[in-house]
């Protein structure tokens, strides 16, 4: 620091995010953004001299990116382990085991810290303002991954020529925070007071995406700075504010950057990527000017103007005003008032204007992949849902790209977490596994992964994609209906194969198969009930007759027999005359 008699000395991390700056505003990355969210949300006037003209708004950029958005969010997003290496089927089978209990892991932290809601609001930033952004991160308080979402604005690429994230040679993340919360960050970390003193308000708020609403700020803020780099094989941090260091040169024992972008589509230089709408706005502006020169031509000319003599007509207001006289002078009579007044009839207007407009919106959507066919605008009652889901397949292969680009995403924030797991986890990683208790149900138990198990793993990171679309789900059911009713599966197959989030009641359905099951085990019951019954009865009755025939042997090997009735005892012979 310099004496009091000079101006304070930046810090370093400063420096080099002025020199970011510096160049994101000769690309005019600043200016885009605002343009670009205006243009999206609908305020497509701003700084227009408009004179008497009335601003019409007719936003096609939104529909258009809503249903490119809904192309990348139909999908259902997996990240599954799976081990790279290992030596033995045994070694192979325990690694595999290991992920499994990881996939489960994963899949709960990243509904834990809604995930999917942060990656969702990244890839809109993406579709609209080229690039999105989030910075995941190990919170110390409460043992956990986080994972945030970080403006475009607010990042400075060491290389804004790379859009390798992990090849930059320094990230700069900025934040703004009230300087209360900056001082007493730096007396957490051991910060002299006199240097705290210096931590004082500020005004870069220029460079923050909405910063026409964040210039009025309820407290005094100030800009903090956050640097990666990489140094000695491992990536290292730095923070501070523009005249005090806060943290210097910590060592995060990671080999990743904890931060992963989605460029909506790659541009050839850039580290930036280029999105949906920066291209269109051209249209958008020619479409509302077409729409409100006919707005104002048929305000000006649709509607007939009346025209008279003021120097007839002494109450000329009355002409407007129903059931009201109309004084003339200078003695003019009726005929002399017909012909004072009278009205100038509108000319036809010509339909090219409409038809220019409705055709530009129309090739603008068609052009942009976002059709009435794109989108779905089709009766579903008129076609099956496979031909429905083929057709909408084939017209949404251009968002291709877009698509695994996104999947990309996933997966190097899904690689980023377990770098995480093995920096700050050395203690073990907590989690929850699945086992029956003494009466069978299946109840969640915590356990423990030991750090040699994370850091022997390095598995291979994959997201697995499944279709959630309607049409997919509809087109899944009927295929599985369709089996079914052929025979060639059962009821209960056909409920598990039905997806959780299918549109036939899965839950309901299942209940009826339980129910089913519980009432055929009584029926089953009751007969092995009666089967036992009857089997000791005829046990017993086979019993008495054994004890039966022993009786009557003597009878019988004793001859008494008449000649009448050959081999017939006597009481047999008795009861036959009587």
């Known amino acids: 620091m310099k004496s009091n008699s000079e101006e304070y000395e930046v ?7 002025q020199r970011g700056v510096m160049y994101n505003r000769s690309k005019g990355l600043y200016t885009n953004t605002e343009k670009n969210y205006n243009f999206y949300h609908g305020k ?3 700084n227009a001299n408009l004179g008497g003209i009335q601003p019409m708004i007719y936003n096609i950029i939104k529909p258009i ?8 969010y139909q999908n259902h997003y997996e990240i599954v382990f799976n081990p790279n290496t ?3 089927i045994d070694e192979g089978r325990q690694l595999t085991n290991l992920c499994k209990v990881l996939n489960k892991h994963i ?6 810290q809604q995930a999917d809601k942060r990656i969702r609001e990244s890839s809109k930033d993406a579709c609209i303002n080229d690039e999105g952004i989030v910075h995941t991160f190990y919170d110390e308080p409460t043992n956990q991954t986080k994972i945030e979402v970080i403006d475009k604005n607010n990042v400075c690429y060491g290389n804004e020529n790379n859009s390798n994230i992990q090849e930059q040679p320094y990230i700069i993340i900025t934040y703004r925070i009230p300087v209360s919360e900056a001082q007493e960050l730096a007396e957490a970390n051991g910060v002299s007071e006199e240097e705290i003193k210096l931590i004082l308000p500020d005004g870069e708020t220029l460079e923050q995406a909405g910063y026409n609403s964040i210039t009025d700020e309820v407290n005094p803020m100030c800009l903090i700075l956050l640097k990666y780099y990489k140094k000695n094989g491992t990536v290292h941090y730095s923070k501070g504010t523009k005249y005090v260091t806060l943290e210097k040169d910590i060592d995060t024992k990671m080999k990743l950057y904890p931060v992963a ?9 850039s580290a930036r990527g280029i999105g949906a709408v920066n291209g269109i706005i051209p249209n958008q502006i020619e479409i509302n000017k077409i729409e409100a020169r006919r707005c104002l031509a048929v305000k000006m000319g649709a509607f007939p103007k009346l025209v008279y003599n003021a ?9 407007e005003k129903v059931g009201t006289s109309i004084k003339v002078t200078g003695g003019a009579t009726v005929d002399d008032v017909k012909k004072a007044v009278g009205y100038i009839y509108p000319a036809s207007m010509s339909g090219d204007a409409n038809n220019l407009a409705e055709q530009m919106k129309n090739d603008t959507r068609e052009l942009e992949g976002a059709g009435d066919v794109a989108t779905g605008n089709v009766d579903p009652t008129q076609a099956s849902g496979k031909a429905i889901l083929a057709v909408q397949q084939a017209n949404q292969q251009p968002l291709s790209e877009q698509v695994d680009n996104f999947k990309t995403f996933v997966e190097d924030i899904a690689r980023i977490w377990y770098e995480i797991w093995k920096a700050y986890y050395v203690d073990g990683l907590d989690i929850l596994v699945e086992e029956k208790d003494a009466e069978g149900n299946i109840v969640e138990e915590p356990a423990k992964i030991t750090y040699q198990q994370i850091v022997s793993l390095e598995p291979n990171i994959k997201v697995d ?3 959630r679309s309607p049409y997919d789900r509809y087109a899944e059911e009927q295929s599985l209906e369709n089996l079914y009713v052929r025979d060639k599966i059962t009821f209960d197959e056909f409920i598990d194969a039905l997806p959780d989030t299918s549109a036939m009641p899965k839950n309901k359905l299942e209940v009826i198969s339980q129910r089913r099951k519980e009432f055929e085990q009584k029926v089953a019951e009751i007969e092995m009930e009666a089967n036992r019954l009857t089997s000791a009865m005829n046990m017993v009755m086979d019993e008495e007759g054994r004890n039966g025939n022993n009786e009557m042997s003597p009878m019988q090997t004793s001859g008494n027999v008449s000649e009448g009735n050959q081999g017939q005892p006597d009481y047999i012979q008795m009861s036959q005359v009587q």
């Not at 810090?11 to 995010?17: G, V």
């Not at 120097?311 to 002409?319: F, G, K, M, P, Q």
């Open 11 to 17: 810090t370093a991390i400063w420096r080099d995010y």
């Open 44 to 46: 497509q006037w701003e």
């Open 65 to 72: 990116v809503k249903y490119k958005l809904g192309v990348i």
């Open 86 to 88: 290992y030596s033995t």
């Open 107 to 112: 899949a709960r932290t990243w509904e834990l």
């Open 261 to 269: 972008h989605y460029n909506w589509e790659e541009q050839k230089g």
């Open 311 to 319: 120097d007839l007509i002494e109450n000329a207001s009355s002409l």
């Open 465 to 467: 994609i499944t279709p």
